[in-house]
């Protein structure tokens, strides 16, 4: 990773993309689509109120995520700042000393006007500020990719910020690293979500189990595929989805296979593979899961892996090369 202390960072907001997805999060699939209207008509009405209050979202956790990897530079947010749900933003992004950028209605301006104005001011700070380190994009949008992609390709650090179930694949595998916006710091899950954690925590021991039996007897096919995942339906029962518990410790499998091939003692530095997952899916990220650290994801992982303290060095293996 990027030298954090002495890091100078660039933080780029597409706000009407996090407020817009953040809505949807906390309401249901399509829920800013169909209150727009009301919204936008009747912004003092109280359940209108009620409704976009549930979904404000933290802009202070953000932009204290971005300081965690050095100096902000500056910090530029985009948006129609007249429209109602954008306003209310205003006084508390401008006492973080985040820019405002003004884009009129996308009718009177351009279909994609934020994603083309947030790329061209980007472009021009890497060029004009020759010791900007890092570059953290604020947005979900897979027109953000090639903007991710040239920012590496100039040599800068990209941290990517989006809302979970909002965020486009692409662009989170642009990015050096990927953080949603629900595992910051300070935000608290929807209330729907907090509602189903012991749930997932079943489901998290039963895709340990399905992963580690795949790790025992096909991994040297695993190892070159796409992370283990189970389809199954979602509420409409057509669509199939990625399971997301056995996606992560199918991650772990591979990242210990890749390890492991070029290391011939089995046993690596956690650390390091932890990194390589990084590498291989930018959004991973442990406390997003609900563990306070690395070691405690490898022990909820024991099936699959072994974890080995020595000192102050974490080592860990697949469990399939003991004895």
């Not at 909820?300 to 000192?311: H, Q, T």
Request: charged share 30%; hydrophobic share 40%; aromatic share 8%.
């Amino acid at each position: 990773m990027a030298e954090t202390q002495n890091g100078r960072v660039a933080v780029y907001l597409d706000f009407d993309n996090v407020v817009l997805s953040w809505y949807d999060r906390v309401h249901g699939r399509n829920a800013y689509s169909r209150d727009r209207q009301r919204i936008a008509n009747e912004p003092d009405n109280t359940e209108v109120a009620a409704r976009l209050q549930a979904a404000v979202v933290d802009v202070g956790a953000i932009i204290d995520y971005a300081s965690s990897f050095g100096t902000l530079v500056l910090t530029r947010a985009y948006a129609d700042w007249s429209a109602p749900v954008n306003a209310e933003y205003r006084s508390q992004l401008v006492a973080r000393a985040v820019d405002l950028v003004q884009l009129f209605p996308a009718a009177a301006y351009a279909k994609n006007g934020a994603d083309i104005r947030l790329a061209v001011d980007a472009v021009e700070d890497m060029f004009r500020l020759d010791d900007l380190s890092h570059v953290v994009i604020v947005a979900g949008d897979s027109d953000y990719v090639p903007l991710a992609q040239r920012c590496k390709r100039l040599g800068r650090y990209v941290v990517g910020i989006g809302v979970a179930g909002s965020t486009a694949k692409a662009l989170t595998a642009a990015c050096d690293e990927f953080a949603s916006y629900d595992s910051l710091p300070g935000v608290e899950r929807p209330e729907r979500e907090a509602q189903a954690k012991p749930e997932r925590q079943r489901k998290r021991e039963a895709s340990t189990r399905e992963a580690a039996a795949v790790s025992r007897s096909e991994a040297p096919v695993a190892a070159r595929t796409e992370p283990v995942a189970a389809a199954r339906a979602d509420d409409d029962g057509d669509e199939p989805v990625e399971d997301p518990e056995i996606a992560v410790t199918g991650l772990l499998i591979r990242a210990l296979w890749l390890g492991q091939a070029k290391d011939d003692s089995g046993w690596l530095y956690s650390s390091a593979v932890k990194q390589q997952m990084r590498r291989m899916d930018p959004s991973f990220n442990e406390k997003a899961l609900g563990f306070s650290s690395f070691s405690d994801f490898l022990n909820s992982r024991s099936d699959v892996a072994e974890l080995e303290e020595e000192g102050h060095e974490r080592l860990v293996r697949l469990r399939d090369q003991v004895g």
